[in-house]
């Protein structure tokens, strides 16, 4: 049997028999080392860290960055309720401004849209006239910004359905318009 | 002792056999050892994270959002409108700067600790938008442990200590308990429903809420396939509420990592849901990269192979 030569493995500047040493204890923990304990001030940090995440995630409230992490947990059924704005042109047309033509400043604008059940006319005037100063610059032939809900449902691409309720199509599956009910007007005069 | 008297001792020993059993596993869970190479690994790599995240996320857009559409988080509760371009800008440099000397371990504890705040504040802003963001929030949580990480420690100390492993044990806790949660909250909300029915199709269908699928067709695809969809919603599911078992056997910590970064991925594709500092947190924590390194190869990670002569 032939005797290989031995390759030791080194750290840089480390002595050959030290690193062999090492490499002895790699996977042994250092149990008797009195100085292997976690901190006093660790052991705070982590408290108060679980109890703010466990609270959160247990109970189910958002107090930012506490959350309750429900990503999808709502049922998603074949109806469902959306924030859109439609915009007016001067002949009386009309057409749903999707968030993406907006500045990404705008993108997440639907969850504020819906505080419009529920705000003053003052408050939600604001909203819908920086939507519409907005919207204008995309699209100068809009005089008119609604802001509506509109209950969407999906349906089969067969079925009975009207062309101008379509709003897109999902492979065998059409998401139609069922219910549109604006909740806010405001005219761009203002923001022109 | 008699006999009545032993049997009458031996269910409190058993039930002080099982706290004590409990304690010892609690103990280890958070507490227990782990190389001092296995924590370089993971804090530099949370660093490079926070840094990428930092320099960047998508934060100079949010300077114009007009005042009415600004739903500050309670974080950030006296804010009024969201701040000046140049204060978003100075952030990222600064929170960038501070994450690179962390990488470089410059000053490691203030640098590691400026660029953590600079990316809480950033994320914040991008939360006060009105809709709870969950993009940032893992890596914020289980990156916060690190703030008081022991310092010093290179890729050449491969003795497990508990000094080095409390970091680490707490953040993959931590992260178990975020995607039991998320589960959780599923089954609290939709109950199993939210696997057998229409709930994983309608999802596809519907979309996302923000942005757009890369695969659109993809997600058409699951959509309208019944079973696909099925399969897709019972991983999903499953790999949430079962996540806390890797604290119970950390042989299952790469396997989870791995299927939890799939389904980030897939998740990109098919709802176009921007989780890719999710999909990388994971491994980086569940997976012990420098012990990876050691068995694939035939050297420790930071060493120098050499043939006497």
Not at chain 2, 110 to 116: D, E, G, K, P
Request: proline share 6%.
């Amino acid at each position: 049997m032939g005797v290989q030569d031995p390759v030791e493995q080194v750290g840089d500047g480390e002595h050959p028999a030290e690193a062999g040493g090492d490499e002895d204890r790699a996977d042994q923990p250092d149990r008797t080392d009195e100085a292997d304990r976690v901190p006093r001030s660790a052991r705070c940090l982590v408290g108060v860290l679980f109890v703010a995440l466990l609270s959160a995630g247990l109970i189910g409230f958002e107090l930012w960055p506490m959350t309750a992490w429900r990503m999808f947990s709502a049922p998603r059924g074949e109806t469902q309720n959306f924030w859109v704005l439609e915009g007016v042109a001067e002949d009386g047309s009309t057409r749903e401004v999707e968030l993406t033509e907006l500045p990404m400043a705008y993108s997440n604008a639907e969850w504020p849209l819906r505080s419009v059940n529920w705000n003053s006319a003052v408050e939600s005037e604001e909203i819908c006239q920086v939507l519409v100063e907005a919207v204008v610059e995309v699209d100068p032939d809009i005089v008119e910004l609604q802001i509506s809900r509109d209950g969407r449902r999906l349906v089969r691409e067969d079925s009975d359905w009207e062309d101008g309720d379509h709003v897109r199509t999902v492979g065998d599956w059409v998401i139609v318009t069922e219910d549109r009910d604006v909740k806010h007007a405001c005219s761009a005069e203002g923001g022109r | 002792m008699t006999t009545a008297s032993a049997k009458q001792g031996a269910p409190e020993a058993s039930s002080a056999g099982v706290v004590a059993r409990l304690k010892s596993w609690f103990d280890d869970t958070l507490w227990g050892p782990e190389t001092g190479a296995r924590l370089y690994v993971v804090h530099v790599g949370l660093s490079v994270l926070i840094g990428l995240r930092v320099v960047l996320g998508p934060y100079r857009a949010l300077a114009d959002t007009p005042e009415p559409l600004v739903d500050p988080v309670p974080l950030l509760f006296w804010m009024q409108e969201m701040p000046p371009l140049g204060v978003i800008i100075a952030l990222q440099v600064v929170g960038g700067v501070a994450a690179l000397a962390a990488v470089l371990r410059r000053n490691v504890r203030l640098a590691y600790a400026v660029a953590w705040f600079c990316y809480l504040i950033l994320a914040a802003y991008r939360g006060s938008r009105g809709k709870v963001l969950h993009n940032d929030l893992l890596l914020l949580w289980v990156s916060a442990p690190f703030l008081l990480a022991p310092l010093g420690e290179t890729l050449r100390d491969r003795i497990p200590k508990r000094i080095y492993g409390w970091p680490i044990r707490v953040a993959i806790t931590m992260t178990a308990l975020v995607y039991f949660f998320t589960g959780f909250h599923k089954l609290r909300r939709t109950g199993f429903e939210w696997v057998f029915s229409d709930n994983m199709s309608n999802i596809m269908r519907w979309g996302p809420s923000i942005g757009e699928p890369a695969l659109p067709d993809a997600a058409t695809w699951i959509g309208n396939t019944t079973w696909v969809a099925f399969l897709a919603g019972a991983f999903l599911f499953s790999l949430e509420l079962t996540f806390p078992v890797v604290l119970l056997w950390r042989r299952l910590q790469p396997f989870y990592a791995v299927l939890a970064a799939m389904m980030h991925v897939g998740t990109w594709f098919v709802l176009g849901l921007d989780y890719w500092a999710w999909a990388i947190t994971v491994p980086l924590l569940l997976v012990n990269w420098p012990e990876l390194w050691e068995r694939l190869g035939d050297r420790p990670l930071g060493s120098r192979l050499r043939r006497s002569p």
